[in-house]
């Protein structure tokens, strides 16, 4: 029975997406590829079960806060390890090598999105609640889930955002903006902020109304895609933001406009971690780079063992930096660019694509580090010395997330999601 109850709600839901492609023809050319513009053009959003809610702000986030830190802060003593509970099998299938989606995680339950076009919901005993099937796209999704009270948001590989009722799945909105978001949102005073990719490439930064999905500003286009997620900076009202032009750019937050723009020789596909007056992030060209974020200008960059694709993490008072390399990690003292300590990823024949978490417990910091292809690491972070390792199945490149002392790690194989506790 519950199979027919799912085909149907998977019919229904490839009519609405139907529906919303119609809406883009208008930006078709006689091709029917999306026409090249000066400008980004304004989607409509399709509204159906819209939320109560008139104070939005995000429960859960990629990369644990609008800061894109990666970093916990836990009222424990000190580590003690981790010890597994329970896993979803095969939650992506690895047909596309991009970063997978991390889980999100609240107080009502974990969301995990994979490459499939699954995104799932569980409560905390790890039965499944709703899934939601986005059909549209071969890639699936690659965004990471972010929650508020009601609902929960997501980009996919064939450019919609939606937005979803949190109790049972149900479309709240869905907007066609792009050909794909690969970034992930995050939320500021009910505004959803996320990057979008166009052909040619090109790509801009949108932010929304996350009760309607109302479009509220587009960025100039950028130039190139927009893998990289936002990171706000409040102190300076702007939205950082890196793209395969190789620039990390700051945009006002109030209209998109850029203030200032910093150039790497190559891509950068991750989010930017702020700490104070600086932003670390990471480039294609090898560089670990420390910029001030008022100004924009380098504060000092420092070359990692190859071509990186990590986001950094940041510890609770901003002086050690966790960030993966080519196939190496590394700890850096943040305010001065100099290398703590290092370590190698054994096994892995090509680029990392995984990005490390921090935890701080009361009389101890660890850094939780992809240390084989197929293991995850907990290091001390200040001496670097291994307190657990964890052995997987299946590559990893994603982040991994913490919650309530859960530890989620999506992979790309037989593991599936794996949700461990200590």
Known sequence: MMKYVFAIYSIVVLVLLARAELKTWSMLDSGLRLQKSKE????????????????????STYRRDNRRSGHHEVDASGFTPFQ???QVAEVNNGIHRASKSS?????????????????RTYDWQGRLRWQFYSGVSPRGMHSTPLTDKDSVYIGDYAGYVYALNKENGKLR???????????SPFMHNGILYVGIELPEPEGFLLALEAKTGKWTWTSPLIGNHPHSSPTLDVPNAQILMGSNTGAMVAYDLKNGKPKWSFATNDDIKCAAAIHG?????????????????TTGLLQYRL????SAMSCPSIN?????????????????HGPSGKIVWSSEIKGLKSRAQSSPLVISYTQQEVAVFLCEEKALCVHDLHSGKVLQEIKMESPFSGSPVYFKNHLFISTSGKDGLLVLKN
């Open 303 to 306: 070359p990692l063992d190859g």
């Open 277 to 293: 007056g600086s932003a670390y992030f990471t480039s294609w060209d090898g560089f670990l780079y420390s910029l001030n974020t």
């Open 316 to 332: 609770k008072d901003g002086t050690l930096i966790a960030v993966t390399g080519f196939n190496k990690n590394f700890v850096v």
């Open 40 to 59: 980004p053009k304004q989607a409509e959003v399709l509204q159906y079960d819209l939320s109560t809610e008139d104070k939005k702000e995000s429960l």
């Open 103 to 119: 889980p999100a995680a609240d107080e009502q339950g974990f969301y995990v999105a994979d490459d499939t076009g699954f995104l």
């Open 173 to 183: 909105w869905i907007t066609k903006a792009g050909t794909t978001v690969g970034s």
């Open 84 to 86: 597994i509970l329970w």
